[in-house]
């Protein structure tokens, strides 16, 4: 599905990547740990394709194809998607007029017909139910005056109604109140499917309780020092990543 | 000392000697305003760099030649002007044609006036003598303005819109204003609106005219609100691309009252939006927006007087300006609060969107504030658009293009979101989408 080989990336000078690998299978859900500082949203921003940063070396393969060579959008609709950590807000742009945008750009770019406009109602309703997502904020502005959690909730509607291969998870659960990181994780984990992997990039256990990923990684200084299972997560919560600040040097 | 005199320009020489064949066929009740509108004109001359006001937008060198007042146009050449002009078209309308400056009865709904409405074509009124004339003028500001007195001056046709008090007026009156012609024209309406205490009416105006042209309208409307009434005004500059396109705005706002105007600019090579704000009355409230979608070579200035003359009123400007190839882009607001207008409220905003580096945009706010329970404030921003929400909307998969056009829609739309009327707030939305669509 995702196989990142050797990439080396800076932004003003700061070498921040350092010959990262990583590799995620199809329907695999890949957990990223790691201390503050150690390049985890940089790597998320890479492969989503955003501009500040220079990727010096390596290669992005989503099902063999180098992601690099993409932009933004094209990703997108090549199947990426990322939950920003920090979602935008965007006013004067209905939410509803939003996400009917993206779908329809994905599916023209895809080379596929518009939704019917009956189609995308019942999608969205059927979505924002599961999300707990009142309708009321269906018709605000994209993230005007919305709380943390509701930005959050709205970027897995976003995910589940655009249907991505790949998605990454950054620091989803920053923000998020044990009520609303249950809601957000049921709806992770009814997109999880054959065909569709996760990348779920977090500082702490307690999302890996809600979202039980299959394989654990700990990134340092720009690298993956250390893969394992999802035992590998609990570890960390109680030794802390002291040990590994050392590794990657 | 001698008296030092500007050398009048080409412009300045031909306004005279038309206005010199002009008087010849004025009433005499009009005489009077008249020749004293052109005298002061007469003693400013078209407005240059050196007058303050005009500091932006210099007058004197965009209007090179005075264009010929024009006639008013065979119905066929009328006909096929108003048949041609699509702004607004959509909307349920009673509607008031206007072509090349005049209005053509035969085109406009004048036997279809909605109940509570009088409308009195302003030749008619001024050859009866209307006392509804009286209330020409209103803001006693536009004495000092070159671009109003020019218009008094050679005042060629109009209309007298008059509301009863009480009246609440569902139907929109618009008027459509059309120009056509193969050589440079230049236009003087004048349309009065008042409405009587509490009533509520809405306006439409929309402008358009033949590219490549550079004609010369200057329009101006002047609205006086009894107390407690309710006037909505909503306007479409799409004149022709060499237009050099003049307007202006009054209202003399009474008790209680309140007015919406939008004021959207696509057209002209250049063009000036003159809004003037009397708040006569307790407790008035104004609402006043504009938006301004400017191509490559193009100049739109907004200006602005709300003059605070009575307690309690509050006063909303908002104006947004983007801003395309090397346009540019002219915003002047000026709140003045007299020593009796405790508690008023103004709050003045000029945003601008830039998407390229060669426009300009000049921003110039002004307070005179002599009462000292009042809460004003002014703010100016101008910048490209957010990268970081471009690149949150490409990462959902839209194209830049299509990206950079949503955030130019809802850069604009908060300016038109006051807009009441449904189907003119749609019909805005949808010449915003046009100007991207053509901008590709």
């Known amino acids: 599905m995702l196989e990142i080989k050797n990439l080396v990336v800076q932004i003003e000078d700061n070498r921040i990547l350092n010959g990262l690998n990583l590799t995620v299978n199809d329907g695999e859900v890949a957990a990223i740990m790691g201390p503050n500082g150690s390049g985890k949203s940089t790597l998320s921003y890479v492969i989503a394709g955003k501009a500040d940063y220079e990727v010096l070396d390596g290669e992005i393969l989503l099902d063999g194809n180098n992601v690099l060579d993409m932009s933004p959008d094209e990703r997108a609709a090549a199947g990426l998607f990322l939950a920003f950590q920090y979602p935008l807000e965007i006013p004067g742009v209905g939410t509803m007029t939003f996400l009917k945008a993206c779908i329809n750009a994905q599916r023209r770019t895809r080379g596929e017909g518009e939704i019917s406009t009956p189609d995308f109602i019942r999608k969205v309703n059927a979505a924002a139910d599961k999300l707990e997502i009142e309708k009321d904020m269906l018709k605000r502005a994209l993230n005007v005056g919305f709380s943390g959690g509701e930005k959050k909730r709205m970027e897995i509607l976003q995910m589940a109604l655009l249907e991505p291969k790949f998605c990454v998870l950054d620091e989803t659960d920053s923000g998020l109140d044990i009520d609303a990181l249950r809601i957000v994780s049921e709806g992770v984990n009814a997109l999880r499917a054959q065909g569709r992997s996760f990348l779920v990039i977090t500082h702490y256990q307690r999302l890996l309780d809600h979202i039980v990923p299959d394989t654990v990684h700990v990134m340092s200084k720009g690298l993956i020092v250390k893969t394992g299972g999802k035992e590998l997560a609990l570890e960390l919560e109680k030794s802390g990543y002291a040990d590994y600040r050392s590794e990657a040097a | ?440």
Not at chain 2, 348 to 355: E, F, N, R, T, W
Request: proline share 3%; net charge negative; glycine share 10%.
């Open chain 2, 1 to 440: 000392m001698a008296d030092i005199q500007n050398l009048r320009s080409a412009a300045e020489t031909g306004l005279s000697s038309l206005f010199e064949s002009a008087r010849q066929s004025f009433a005499s009740e009009e005489k009077i305003s008249r020749e004293e509108a052109f005298k002061f004109f007469e003693a400013t001359g078209l407005p240059s760099r050196r007058v303050e006001a005009f500091k932006y937008t210099d007058l004197r060198a965009a209007i090179e030649d005075a264009a010929h007042p024009a006639e008013k146009p065979s119905l066929e050449v009328a006909k096929a002007a108003a048949n041609a002009a699509t702004a607004f078209v959509g909307i349920e309308a009673v509607r008031l044609t206007f072509v090349n400056g005049h209005l053509i009865g035969e085109l406009s709904d004048l036997d279809r006036v909605p109940a509570g409405v009088t409308v009195t074509p302003l030749n008619e009124a001024m050859s009866q003598g209307d006392p509804l004339l009286k209330q020409l003028a209103p803001v006693a500001q536009t004495r000092e303005n070159p671009i109003y007195q020019l218009n008094t001056a050679f005042l060629a046709d109009g209309a007298l819109i008059s509301v009863e008090a009480g009246a609440k007026v569902e139907m929109p009156i618009h008027l459509r204003f059309v120009g056509t012609g193969e050589t440079a024209f230049s236009t003087a309406t004048r349309v009065l609106v008042t409405l009587g205490e509490g009533a509520e009416f809405s306006f439409l105006e929309s402008h358009e005219g033949p590219d490549g042209i550079a004609y010369q309208p200057n329009d101006v409307v002047d609205t006086v609100i009894a107390d407690g009434a309710n006037l909505h005004h909503t306007r479409l500059n799409r004149e022709g691309d060499k237009a050099i396109a003049l307007s202006t705005i009054t209202a003399r706002l009474g008790a209680g009252s309140n007015i919406e105007s939008v004021n959207l600019v696509f057209g002209g090579v250049l063009s000036r939006h003159q809004i003037y704000l009397h708040f006569a009355g307790e407790n008035a409230t104004a609402t006043v927006n504009g938006a301004a979608m400017l191509g490559d070579g193009r100049l739109a200035d907004s200006t602005l007087l709300a003059d605070h003359a009575a307690v309690g009123g509050v006063s909303r400007e908002m104006f947004k300006t983007v801003i395309d190839g090397d346009s540019t882009g002219v915003f002047q607001g000026k709140i003045i609060v007299r020593q009796a207008a405790q508690k008023t409220d103004g709050k003045m905003k000029s945003d601008c969107l830039l998407l390229t580096d060669d426009g300009q945009m000049m921003n110039k706010p002004e307070l005179e504030i002599f009462a000292d329970d009042v809460a004003c404030g002014h703010g100016a921003t101008c910048g490209a658009p957010d990268e970081d929400l471009l690149f949150y909307l490409m990462a959902r998969g839209l194209p830049k293009p299509v990206a950079e056009s949503l955030l130019v829609q809802a850069f604009v739309g908060e300016a038109i979101e006051s807009v009441t009327h449904e189907g003119a707030r749609e019909a805005l939305i949808g010449e915003v989408e046009g100007w991207l669509r053509a901008r590709g």
